[in-house]
């Protein structure tokens, strides 16, 4: 089997929002505190991947004791997934080989200008050493078909629209993964159920529209027309009181669809 670790199930403040007197923020209930948005896959074939690299990385892979990384894979730019990239860099020391960090070709972009001691490195001490601790040694590979083959591994990569750019799902296996999107167009959801799904990890971020991410109704319906096994809400704001949502799906009858809660691992086939 193959296994799914939630390493954060936050928008991208993290729930509590500091400063925030709400009754979520101000709740003492842990299934109310989410870290930014991270997952861990760890495969059959004992390959150890990282899909994002939230703000919260360090505490994340700490709770997990996470010893190694086989690569990692950035879903879009935006500082909620990307900014604890420098905390990857102690599972590079040693390596002889760059840890392979695949993206899509606009954030590849992106990261190559955020992140130049780390994507530049060659141009940037080309005459000059290196010294102190080291800069992490990773290089980007750009995803530009829909089946990749990532460490042994079949991912299949589907570009979905978030603000004004694109954020990358996908399927690994039984395991489907949607997050941070507006909507996932009919073809798109035709690929997710034809992969017949035990786990769906998908973007919830509060009860009413918004207009860079899906809301509980249309969650539900994706998750309804995809038909997982099991399907698990994430990149949650605030608004969502973890007992009151629970209430909300049993009162609607839905059995199979539940807010992830951080550190919460599924496995897959
Ligand atoms: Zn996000
Ligand atoms: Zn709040």
């Known amino acids: 089997m193959n296994k799914i670790t939630i390493l954060g199930s936050g928008t991208s403040t993290g729930v509590p929002i500091l400063g925030c007197k709400c009754r979520v923020c101000q709740s003492n209930d ?6 930014r948005s991270s997952i861990l896959l ?4 004992a390959k150890t991947i990282l ?3 939230s703000p919260d990385l360090r505490t994340q892979l700490l709770t997990t004791k996470t010893q190694t990384l086989d690569a990692v894979i950035i879903t879009h730019d935006h ?24 993206t899509d070709a606009h954030s590849s972009e992106s990261l190559t200008q955020k992140f130049p001691y780390i994507f530049q490195r060659d141009k940037i001490y080309a005459h000059k050493p290196i010294i102190g601790g080291g800069i992490p040694l990773m ?20 570009s979905l629209p978030h603000g004004h750019g694109d954020s990358l799902s996908f399927h690994h296996k039984k395991l489907g993964y949607i997050i941070d999107c507006r909507e996932v167009p009919e073809t798109i959801i035709k690929s997710f159920r034809d992969a017949q799904l035990d786990v769906l990890i998908i973007d919830c971020l509060r009860y009413t529209p918004h207009q860079t991410h899906l809301h509980l109704d249309l969650t539900l319906n994706y998750i309804n027309q995809i038909a997982p096994k099991t399907a698990v809400l994430t990149h949650m704001g605030h608004d969502f009181d973890y007992v009151d949502l629970i209430s909300q799906l049993c009162s609607r009858n839905i059995k199979n669809v539940f807010p992830a809660i951080d550190g919460q691992s599924f496995l897959y086939s």
């Open 42 to 45: 760890e495969t059959s074939g």
């Open 79 to 102: 500082a909620d997934h990307t900014h604890g990239m420098d905390d990857v860099r102690p599972y590079t020391f040693g390596r002889s080989e760059p840890l392979p960090v695949f």
């Open 30 to 35: 842990q299934r109310n505190k989410r870290l």
């Open 139 to 158: 290089d980007l590979k750009v995803i530009e078909e829909e089946k990749n083959i990532i460490e042994g591994e079949e991912f299949h990569f589907y």
């Open 51 to 53: 899909v994002d690299a």
